[in-house]
């Protein structure tokens, strides 16, 4: 199945910037999922906060992060690919735990369905003020 490893979060202070990376590996060639950061802080619901469609050419956002938050992706190659979280202007409001996720994929093959809906292991994002 499809393995997620996300990096780069750090403790910052606030106006600082930080980048996530989410390592894709063991895909089925050609499953092209979609993709998606989302972030849970201690005592809260997981929020979404970006998702790429990397096929269609299309990005969107959670309201507290736009405008701050850009999302992209590397051309998968073979069964891999990364996933980033340019994470600009940080605030304290921003510390969470970051998650990546594969969401629906282009290819729907059994093989690529299974691996749909998965989660990392997620990195810690810590904002000062």
């Avoid at 990096?7 to 606030?14: E, L, P």
């Avoid at 930080?18 to 390592?23: A, D, W």
């Avoid at 190659?77 to 969401?103: F, H, I």
């Amino acid at each position: 199945q499809v393995q997620l490893v996300e990096s780069g979060g750090d403790s910052v202070q606030a106006g600082d910037s930080l980048r996530l990376s989410c390592k894709v590996s063991r895909s089925y060639i050609g499953c092209r999922y979609e993709m998606s950061w989302h972030r849970q802080a201690p005592v809260a619901e997981r929020e979404f906060v970006a998702g790429i469609d990397a096929a269609e050419g299309t990005t969107t956002y959670g309201a507290s992060v736009k405008g701050r938050f850009t999302i992209s992706q590397e051309t998968p190659r073979d069964a891999g690919t990364t996933v980033y979280l340019q994470m600009n202007n940080l605030k304290p409001e921003d510390s969470a735990m970051y998650y990546c996720k594969t969401g629906r994929p282009r290819l729907q093959d059994v093989r690529c369905i299974a691996s749909s809906n998965k989660w990392g292991q997620g990195t810690q994002v810590t904002v000062s003020s």
